[in-house]
């Protein structure tokens, strides 16, 4: 069992910058796949960005590459998320999630943990 607690977001004007943590309960931290998905109004749930246990690998939607930067700390059991040039679009309830494996899901039903959520909205 794991527990997924998120923090740091925020209102914050179209190109700014935010950082979201992701504080995890639990001494497996650095055996799980975790991911950030994204939820709009009227919206499904968006996978965002994932990191594996193993060797820290990454991979991004395409939305937010090369603007949003994943890492996780195994020795503080968090994961982060540092979101850069921020736009209207991004805004949404940003979910952490964690599955035990090794590679990478990008699927929302494949994930069998998930935080609270913590609110982004972009002003234009």
């Known amino acids: 069992q794991v ?3 998120e923090s740091g ?15 995890a309960s639990g001494r497996t931290f650095r055996t799980y796949v975790m991911a950030w998905f994204r939820q709009a109004p009227g919206k499904e749930r968006e996978f965002v960005v994932a990191i594996t246990s193993i060797d ?5 939607a395409g939305s937010v590459k090369g603007r949003f930067t994943i890492s996780r700390d195994n020795a503080k059991n968090t994961l982060y998320l540092q979101m850069s040039t921020l736009k209207p679009e991004d805004t949404a309830v940003y ?3 964690a599955r035990s ?12 943990y998930w935080g609270q959520g913590t609110q982004v909205t972009v002003s234009p």
């Open 9 to 23: 977001g925020g209102l914050v004007q179209a190109g700014g910058s935010l950082r979201l943590s992701c504080a």
């Open 95 to 97: 979910y952490c999630a």
């Open 56 to 60: 820290s690998s990454t991979y991004y």
């Open 3 to 5: 527990q997924l607690v």
């Open 101 to 112: 494996s090794v590679v990478v899901h990008t699927t929302a039903t494949e994930y069998d």
